[in-house]
């Protein structure tokens, strides 16, 4: 079965515009969890959300938010980008997002901030 | 507050050589530990997790509570073993994993 799939897979924008990131989940799973990776501060949990309704945050702004649809697919926005949102933003799935099932993760998309 | 150590950013051992990454934790709860790996050009995706205590690829981990440690082992490296290593924790419930800094194996021929 196909993998979770993110797009854009590359973006490039300027400081103060905002972004969104999609991520689609592998079929049949609810849950879909987001994480930001940076060199510097390695890989740091945003938000999870299933069936539709935000479940865990992390320690993230308000700048950072999401949302899900009822097809499970999940987007993710940045307000008022800054130059440390530069990173690699990964997106997970699992079937119902307890520990006991596993967490399949997409490739990624990378955003720079100039 | 939950944290996941990994003090080593590098480790080299020779193939046929035993392994093991260090990972150390901190949670007032009863945490859930996983090792996820990541190869070069892949994703990132999960090697084992402590409450199946299955042995994959070889690696086998052990929690350890009284010294909040779950190590990775593996008694001998194969050059496929290349790659980066993280260690995660979760609450009981719930996806939202903490992960370490990752430790970068390189097995030598």
């Known amino acids: 079965k196909a993998g979770v799939t993110q797009t854009p897979r590359y973006l490039i924008k300027t400081r103060g515009q905002q972004v969104t990131l999609s991520c689609s989940p592998i079929?049949?799973?609810?849950?879909v969890s987001w994480y930001q990776q940076t060199p510097g501060q390695g890989l740091q949990f945003l938000f999870e959300?299933?069936?539709?309704?935000?479940?865990n945050k992390g320690n993230f702004p308000g700048r950072f938010s999401g949302r899900q649809f009822s097809n499970s697919r999940s987007e993710m926005n940045v307000s008022t980008l800054e130059l440390g949102d530069s990173a690699l933003y990964l997106c997970?799935?699992?079937?119902?997002?307890?520990?006991?099932?596993?967490?399949?993760f997409g490739p990624g998309t990378r955003l720079t901030v100039l | 507050a939950q944290r996941v150590t990994q003090p080593e950013k590098l480790l080299s051992v020779f193939k046929g050589a035993p392994v093991e990454l260090k990972c150390n934790y901190s949670y007032s709860g009863s945490p859930e530990l996983f090792w996820y790996v990541q190869y070069s050009r892949q994703r990132l995706q999960l090697l084992l997790r402590?409450?199946s205590r299955e042995s994959i690829k070889g690696f086998t981990a052990d929690l350890n509570k009284g010294e909040t440690s779950f190590h990775l082992k593996k008694p001998f490296a194969q050059e496929e073993d290349s790659a980066m290593y993280y260690c995660a924790l979760a609450r009981e419930w719930g996806q939202n994993f903490v992960f370490g800094p990752g430790t970068r194996l390189s097995v030598l021929p």
């Open positions: 997970a799935s699992s079937i119902s997002g307890t520990t006991n099932n596993e967490q399949f």
């Open positions: 079929s049949g799973h609810r849950s």
């Open positions: 959300y299933f069936s539709e309704t935000q479940r």
């Open positions: 402590h409450i």
